[in-house]
C-alpha cells in the first residue's frame, strides 16, 4: 500500500497485475481489497475461464462505490 499510496500523491495512476497473488488469495477478498483502494487506477486478472473471469469482474463491480 505505500507504493500505492505514493503513486496517489504524485498523481501517477497504478495498474495492479497480480491482484490474486497467483490464486494464494481468496479471489473475492483480493479483488475487492484491491478495487476499493482509491489509488489503484487498473486490475488485470487473468481467468482459466470465462465464468472465473465473469465473477472477477462482479466482485471488482460490487466493491467499488
Known amino acids: 500500500?505505500?507504493?500505492i499510496?505514493?503513486?496517489a500523491r504524485g498523481e501517477v495512476g497504478v495498474v495492479v497485475k497480480k491482484a490474486l497473488a497467483s490464486g494464494q488469495?481468496?479471489?473475492d477478498e483480493a479483488l475487492s481489497f484491491v478495487a476499493r483502494d482509491p489509488g489503484v487506477s487498473s486490475?488485470?486478472?487473468g481467468s482459466l475461464s470465462l465464468?472465473?473471469?465473469r465473477a472477477n469482474a462482479e466482485t471488482i463491480e460490487r466493491a467499488l462505490p
Open 43 to 45: 486490475i488485470v486478472v
Open 5 to 7: 499510496d505514493a503513486a
Open 51 to 53: 465464468s472465473h473471469l
Open 25 to 27: 488469495l481468496p479471489a
Open 1 to 3: 500500500e505505500p507504493v
